[in-house]
């Protein structure tokens, strides 16, 4: 008897330290002034976030997280404080099977986010950032739209003029999408730019960039995705 009692002893360890040498990403990380609440790892799965991991934190504000990811892909690390203030941050990454890190905040908790160890991550945040230089003139065409609209007869020069600008952005901004994606092809985050930027493209550029990426990118989760965009913007 208690030989059986060992024997199934032993296969619950063993089938225990099977399953958490699965989780091929690691998430070590710190939130500075957080004492008290919860991190959660999510992911978006059917159009609804679900967890992969959590921690409940009551002292210390690092923390450990891990799970298993099919291939790179997008995450989000959501942070629920119970402090009697309502917080409601999450905070978006692209992850990749690997040890990663997270740093920030409690008072800043996106803006002050320092993520580390993934490459498509590294790639996607440079995109990001210079991105949002090209969308300040986005921000202008809004003022001058605004304006446009409180004044009781705007002039048609000013309003064509106005389009024509918006056009000027508008292909600026996906050229640099299709440019950067292609110069990053062999990377998972391009197909992923390139849904998220793109979609306003001629899908011949877009199909054209496609075409480059390897095989393994184009069956990607994002690959997939963009391959049914291009289809369905070719369709319309």
């Known amino acids: 008897m208690k030989s059986l009692i060992f024997i199934l002893s032993t296969l619950l360890l063993l089938t225990s330290c099977k399953e958490e040498s699965t989780d091929n990403l690691?998430?070590?990380?710190?939130?500075?002034?957080?004492?008290?609440?919860?991190?959660?790892?999510?992911?978006?799965?059917?159009?609804?976030?679900?967890?992969?991991?959590?921690?409940?934190?009551?002292?210390?504000?690092?923390f450990t997280l891990s799970a298993y990811i099919d291939e790179p892909q997008l995450l989000y690390l959501y942070l629920d404080v119970k402090d009697g203030t309502a917080y409601d941050d999450r905070l978006s990454f692209f992850a990749q099977d690997t040890i990663m890190s997270i740093t920030s905040t409690l008072k800043n908790f996106e803006q002050d986010a320092v993520i580390t160890g993934s490459k498509n991550n590294?790639?996607?945040?440079?995109?990001?950032?210079?991105?949002?230089?090209?969308n300040k003139t986005y921000t202008e065409l809004v003022k001058r739209s605004m304006e446009l609209d409180r004044q009781e007869n705007p002039s048609q020069q000013e309003i064509e003029q106005l389009n024509a600008d918006y056009e000027k952005y508008l292909t600026k901004k996906i050229l640099y999408a299709l440019s950067y994606a292609n110069v990053h092809k062999e990377t998972e985050v391009a197909p992923y730019i390139l849904i998220m930027e793109g979609f306003d493209a001629n899908p011949k550029l877009l199909d054209s960039v496609y075409q480059q990426m390897p095989k393994k990118i184009q069956t990607s989760l994002y690959g997939k995705k963009l391959s049914e965009l291009i289809k369905e913007l070719k369709e319309n």
């Open 122 to 134: 590294d790639i996607l945040n440079i995109f990001n950032d210079n991105i949002q230089q090209v």
């Open 26 to 62: 690691i998430i070590n990380g710190n939130i500075d002034g957080l004492r008290v609440g919860n991190v959660i790892l999510q992911k978006i799965q059917d159009s609804v976030l679900v967890a992969l991991d959590s921690v409940a934190l009551d002292g210390s504000s690092t």
